[in-house]
């Protein structure tokens, strides 16, 4: 069970005195990934040895699609909850330093969840 967020804000989800959580399944599971993929490494001054690395690994000049691919898929394999990558869609274009990746996980549940960018990104 994870403290719940508002999906348009991020923000702790908290009204009339009472804070949310979530459930234990592809509602806590998805909410980590969304996490884990927008957390710049570094970024956490708590513990700067996490976080995805974006800038070092994935959107820097030069980078090759296996690297990039590396990076993310570690994020996502070390997320509580996630037992495998099911599905991997993934595209870069170094000239502009734009990934792309859509890409589908097995929980520990059995389910399965569905992952793009732009759900990671908007929500």
């Excluded at 069970?1 to 399944?25: A, H, I």
């Excluded at 996490?35 to 708590?46: G, K, T």
């Excluded at 995805?52 to 070390?78: M, P, S």
């Excluded at 890409?103 to 793009?116: D, R």
């Amino acid at each position: 069970m994870d403290l719940k967020l508002d999906p348009q804000t991020g923000d702790l989800l908290f009204s009339n005195k009472t804070l949310y959580v979530t459930d234990e399944g592809e509602e806590s599971i998805a909410q980590r990934l969304k996490i884990r993929l927008r957390f710049f490494y570094r970024e956490w001054v708590l513990d700067r040895s996490q976080g995805t690395k974006w800038f070092e690994r994935v959107i820097r000049k030069g980078v090759t699609l296996y690297v990039a691919d590396q990076e993310v898929r570690r994020v996502v394999l070390a997320t509580s909850g996630v037992k495998s990558i099911e599905s991997w869609r993934s595209t870069i274009d170094t000239s502009i330093r734009k990934y792309d990746v859509v890409f589908s996980v097995l929980t520990t549940q059995g389910q399965t969840l569905e992952f793009g960018f732009k759900d990671i990104l908007n929500n």
